[in-house]
């Protein structure tokens, strides 16, 4: 039997945990891990998967350890506030893409490192690699 897509999931609150239910029906598919800025949302949506049946996913505290997880083929994006936010490290960028267009609203540069993004309703918290540096940008 051929190893079934392992799915990574980035976000762990209302649309991903209705996306971890919609699996039980899939087949060669699993859940293999999750991250989530709410750590207590990522064990709840891995708790989930388990008792479910779709996967023994491991909890990561990164986008960057989840895809590093060799058990993980695939990513499945769900955040909220009707954005995706995109993040990378050649010419230093981050992005906000409307779900509903798919076009990118905002471009917020130069931004160094590679850390994490934080959003809220009124501002984006973005740190540098190493933590020792800290924006926060105005939507």
Known sequence: ?????????????????????????????????????TRANAELLAAAAHDLGVGEAAIHGSITELIA???????WIAVGAGKVWVRATKG???QSIDIRTGKVDKV??????SGAV??????????????????????
């Open 92 to 94: 230093i960028f981050l």
């Open 69 to 75: 997880n060799p058990n993980v083929d695939a990513l």
């Open 1 to 37: 039997m051929a190893k079934p897509l392992g799915i990574g999931f980035v976000g762990a609150g209302f649309m991903n945990r209705f996306h971890v239910a919609s699996l039980v029906g899939v087949r060669d598919c699993v859940v293999a891990g999750v991250f989530s800025p």
């Open 118 to 139: 934080r959003v809220s309703s009124h501002h984006i918290w973005v740190s540098a690699h190493d933590v020792n540096t800290i924006w926060v940008l105005d939507l």
């Open 108 to 113: 917020f540069t130069p931004l160094n490192g």
